[in-house]
């Protein structure tokens, strides 16, 4: 098994209220992403990064940022948590620690994070 | 924004039997993924078509790659309870290393 762990596996929170999910991996890999899981949608990416300190935009970046400062380590941060929000999030990496292994290359999850916004 | 639509929503079916899962899209893909994900636990890769009209099977799975390389199909042959899951495609766009997710399929088989 890759080496993702995220924290925590599951929370509740209040609207309003700020919240961070930390993905740890210990395999090196260049590329890790957010994603958040909702029945009908399958997973949709919120944002990713290519590097310390290098990120982008997903297709449902609205009200998350994310951090970088450590190749092993990348933060999620729901600023003021909305019922919206509420999902299994998923982080993700790949590759082999440097640039894009190629098409064959397949995504490496952890096993998510529950989250509930009241 | 590429999407990729997966049908059916939802299956319930008997050991057995056979079944094909469908995800379909109007935008090229470079290549296409199929992972299962089972309650719990993060998706985890099948398989990973590249060719147009390519065909790979795995045991009792059968993948194949539309010839547009804009579909896929999976087929399972003789289901059995270890099949049950959550059946996603994704579909490689060939920029910036990211993956566009199907809406999945959940599988059911039973006894």
Same mark, same amino acid.
């Given at each position: 098994?890759?080496?993702?762990?995220?924290?925590?596996?599951?929370?509740?929170?209040?609207?309003?209220?700020? &919240?961070t999910l930390r993905c740890h991996q210990t395999e090196n890999h260049r590329y890790m /992403?957010? /994603?958040?899981?909702?029945p009908g949608h399958g997973l949709r990416l919120i944002h990713y990064s290519y590097g &310390?300190?290098?990120?982008?935009?997903?297709? &449902?970046?609205?009200? /998350?940022?994310? +951090?970088?400062?450590?190749?092993?380590?990348?933060?999620?941060?729901?600023?003021?948590?909305?019922?919206?929000?509420?999902?299994? /999030?998923?982080?993700?990496?790949?590759?082999?620690?440097?640039?894009? +292994?190629?098409?064959?290359?397949?995504?490496?999850?952890?096993?998510?994070?529950?989250?509930?916004?009241? | 924004?590429?999407? !990729?639509?997966?049908?059916?929503?939802?299956?319930?079916?008997?050991?057995?039997?056979? !079944?094909?899962?469908?995800?379909?899209?109007?935008?090229?893909?470079?290549? !296409?993924?199929?992972? $299962?994900?089972?309650?719990?636990?993060?998706?985890?890769?099948?398989?990973?078509?590249?060719?147009?009209?390519?065909? @790979? @099977?795995? @045991? $009792?799975?059968?993948?194949?790659?539309? #010839?547009? $390389?804009? #579909?896929?199909?999976?087929?399972?042959?003789?289901?059995?309870?270890? #099949?049950?899951?959550?059946?996603?495609?994704?579909? #490689?766009?060939?920029?910036?290393? @990211?993956?566009?997710?199907?809406?999945?399929? $959940?599988?059911?088989?039973? !006894?």
């Amino acid at each position: 098994d890759a080496g993702i762990t995220q924290s925590p596996r599951h929370k509740v929170t209040e609207t309003g209220t700020p &919240v961070t999910l930390r993905c740890h991996q210990t395999e090196n890999h260049r590329y890790m /992403y957010w /994603y958040r899981q909702d029945p009908g949608h399958g997973l949709r990416l919120i944002h990713y990064s290519y590097g &310390v300190k290098d990120t982008d935009k997903g297709e &449902v970046s609205d009200g /998350y940022s994310v +951090s970088r400062s450590k190749t092993e380590d990348f933060l999620l941060t729901l600023e003021s948590a909305t019922s919206s929000q509420t999902s299994v /999030y998923f982080c993700a990496i790949f590759g082999a620690g440097t640039a894009r +292994s190629g098409p064959n290359s397949p995504l490496h999850f952890g096993n998510g994070t529950r989250l509930t916004v009241t | 924004t590429q999407l !990729l639509e997966q049908s059916p929503q939802f299956l319930s079916i008997q050991e057995g039997e056979n !079944l094909t899962v469908y995800c379909n899209s109007s935008s090229v893909f470079s290549s !296409l993924q199929w992972y $299962r994900q089972e309650p719990g636990e993060g998706p985890v890769l099948l398989v990973t078509v590249v060719t147009g009209g390519e065909v @790979k @099977k795995l @045991k $009792r799975l059968t993948f194949q790659f539309g #010839d547009a $390389r804009k #579909d896929s199909s999976l087929h399972i042959t003789a289901a059995q309870p270890g #099949d049950t899951g959550l059946y996603l495609c994704a579909g #490689d766009g060939g920029t910036a290393s @990211k993956l566009t997710f199907g809406t999945g399929t $959940r599988l059911q088989v039973t !006894l």
